[in-house]
């Protein structure tokens, strides 16, 4: 007797918003019963996916050194536009699975919350240097998002960002077991997080700024500044291919 097919409902939610995505997830009866994946850097096996190519360009590097010249005689620096932290995650892996290169730079539009917390240690939804005396929280209904010519970039709290606070948080961890230390920094990262949700920020200690500090540097770039780089790299463009006709 032929079995009838089983059929499997997909149902496919295109969200925006990371704090909707992160609260779906968290969400465990919601989850259980519409068994939510995520496509983005959400997903750790894509950002696994992303290790491959910082090691694929080392070696491709190496092709295209000048004679006489050795890999081991440069240092590699990868500029990454950020967003949600994902793809600049993959290259903090690689370097800690050994692959040489120099600090990570961290690359930001106007939403520069990374920036800002590679200068000061803040992570803030808005800049409280440009924001009158408060009690010490930020207005967190509004989002603080600013638009930009790239929008791929238009994030503040940064989902995989979180991951690398986690590693920050363990390596300050003192003393005690493994178990304790993963314990430790878990329970140091939901505490920075709860303090984002109900204020709007957080300042990490010190040491948790150098430690990052020691990995990345962070800047950010204006609109003008990019349209000024993009209008100069499409007449060099087009003063190549002219060569070459």
Known sequence: ????????????????????????????????????????SINWARILAQTVYYFLSYFHV????????????????????TGNFGDILAGYYAKCMGLP?????????????????????????IDSDELPATDGRQAIDASG???????????LVSSNFERLLWYLAYENAVGGSEEGRRTSA?????GWMSKMKTDGKVQVPVSVLEAANHDFAAERISDEVVRDRCIHLFIRGLIFLSALL
């Open 62 to 81: 190496q092709k295209y050194l000048p004679p006489g010249i050795s890999v081991d005689e440069v240092e590699i620096q990868y500029v990454v536009p």
């Open 186 to 190: 878990s329970q140091t990262l939901d």
């Open 1 to 40: 007797m032929q079995k009838s097919p089983t059929f499997v409902r997909v149902t496919t939610l295109i969200l925006v918003n990371q704090d909707i995505v992160k609260a779906l997830f968290a969400d465990r009866p919601f989850n259980e019963k519409h068994h939510l994946a995520a496509v983005n």
């Open 145 to 155: 998002v600013k638009e930009t010519l790239s929008p791929a970039m238009d994030i």
């Open 101 to 125: 290169m120099g600090k990570l730079v961290v690359a930001t539009n106007a939403n520069d919350i990374l920036a800002r917390f590679w200068r000061s240690g803040r992570y803030e939804k």
